[in-house]
C-alpha cells in the first residue's frame, strides 16, 4: 500500500505520498544552495526518501541551525538516495548562474541509484531531466523531499566552503561562504581574485577590469 501522507509540522510527505497512490515511484525532491555568491561552486542536491524512514524534523535549510542541519544530513544520508553535482565558478561563467543552476540540479537527479519517475523541485524553474518534473515555489519549506535536498546541498557546500577556506587562507571563504560580505570585499582588496571567484559577477568583473587598468 501507498504510505499515508505524515503530519507534522513544516515540510510534510504528501506530495509524494499523492504520487505513490498513482504509482508515480519513486518520487524526487531537488533543491540547490549558492546562487549568489561571489565565489565557490553551485551546490544541487537530488533526494529520494524511504516512506518509512522520512526523518523527523526536516525544513528549509536556512532555518535550521548549523548543528541541526548536520545531524539531520547523516540521518538523511543514512536512510534515503542521495545525490549531488556541482556547478564550479567555470561552468557559471561560460553560461549564465541560471543555466549552470539547472544543470546541476539535471545531474543531481540524474545521479541518484533509481531513475526516478516525478522529481519535485524548488522554485519556478525546472532542470532539464528525463521524467516529470514539477516545481513548487518554497518547496523546501513544504516538502519533505525537497527540504530533505535543501539539507544534503547546504552542508555539502558549507564543508566545501571549509576546506576552500583552508586552501585559500586570508579570503575567509569558512566563514561567508564566498558571499559578498564586508570582510570577503576587504579580502579581495589585499588579496585580489583567485580561481575560485565567479568572473562574470559584477563584483569580481569590477575588480578585474581594476586590476587590469592598473597594469597598463
Same mark, same amino acid.
Given at each position: 500500500?501507498?504510505?499515508?501522507?505524515?503530519?507534522?509540522?513544516?515540510?510534510?510527505?504528501?506530495?509524494?505520498?499523492?504520487?505513490?497512490?498513482?504509482?508515480?515511484? =519513486?518520487? !524526487?525532491?531537488?533543491?540547490?544552495?549558492?546562487? %549568489?555568491?561571489?565565489?565557490? +561552486? /553551485?551546490?544541487? #542536491? $537530488?533526494?529520494?526518501?524511504?516512506?518509512?524512514?522520512?526523518?523527523?524534523?526536516?525544513?528549509?535549510?536556512?532555518?535550521?541551525?548549523?548543528?541541526?542541519?548536520?545531524?539531520?544530513?547523516?540521518?538523511?544520508?543514512?536512510?534515503?538516495?542521495?545525490?549531488?553535482?556541482?556547478?564550479?565558478?567555470?561552468?557559471?561563467?561560460?553560461?549564465?548562474?541560471?543555466?549552470?543552476?539547472?544543470?546541476?540540479?539535471?545531474?543531481?537527479?540524474?545521479?541518484? =541509484?533509481? !531513475?526516478?519517475?516525478?522529481?519535485?523541485?524548488? %522554485?519556478?524553474?525546472?532542470? +532539464? /531531466?528525463?521524467? #516529470? $518534473?514539477?516545481?513548487?515555489?518554497?518547496?523546501?519549506?513544504?516538502?519533505?523531499?525537497?527540504?530533505?535536498?535543501?539539507?544534503?546541498?547546504?552542508?555539502?557546500?558549507?564543508?566545501?566552503?571549509?576546506?576552500?577556506?583552508?586552501?585559500?587562507?586570508?579570503?575567509?571563504?569558512?566563514?561567508?561562504?564566498?558571499?559578498?560580505?564586508?570582510?570577503?570585499?576587504?579580502?579581495?582588496?589585499?588579496?585580489?581574485?583567485?580561481?575560485?571567484?565567479?568572473?562574470?559577477? !559584477?563584483?569580481?568583473?569590477?575588480?578585474?577590469?581594476?586590476?587590469?587598468?592598473?597594469?597598463?
Amino acid at each position: 500500500m501507498p504510505p499515508r501522507p505524515l503530519h507534522r509540522s513544516g515540510p510534510d510527505f504528501a506530495h509524494e505520498a499523492a504520487a505513490w497512490r498513482i504509482g508515480e515511484v =519513486p518520487v !524526487a525532491g531537488a533543491d540547490e544552495v549558492g546562487r %549568489g555568491p561571489w565565489a565557490g +561552486p /553551485v551546490v544541487a #542536491a $537530488a533526494v529520494i526518501l524511504d516512506p518509512a524512514r522520512v526523518p523527523d524534523g526536516l525544513d528549509d535549510s536556512k532555518k535550521l541551525s548549523a548543528a541541526r542541519r548536520e545531524a539531520l544530513y547523516e540521518i538523511i544520508c543514512e536512510t534515503a538516495e542521495v545525490s549531488v553535482a556541482f556547478a564550479p565558478p567555470a561552468r557559471i561563467d561560460a553560461t549564465n548562474i541560471r543555466q549552470a543552476t539547472l544543470w546541476a540540479l539535471a545531474r543531481a537527479a540524474q545521479g541518484l =541509484p533509481r !531513475a526516478p519517475r516525478l522529481l519535485l523541485v524548488d %522554485g519556478n524553474d525546472l532542470p +532539464p /531531466v528525463g521524467c #516529470a $518534473a514539477r516545481a513548487i515555489i518554497g518547496g523546501d519549506g513544504l516538502v519533505a523531499s525537497i527540504a530533505a535536498a535543501s539539507i544534503v546541498a547546504k552542508v555539502t557546500r558549507d564543508r566545501l566552503m571549509g576546506e576552500l577556506g583552508r586552501l585559500n587562507p586570508g579570503y575567509g571563504f569558512e566563514r561567508h561562504m564566498g558571499y559578498g560580505t564586508p570582510e570577503h570585499g576587504a579580502a579581495l582588496e589585499r588579496l585580489g581574485v583567485c580561481r575560485h571567484h565567479r568572473t562574470s559577477f !559584477a563584483p569580481i568583473r569590477l575588480r578585474l577590469a581594476r586590476e587590469s587598468e592598473a597594469a597598463e
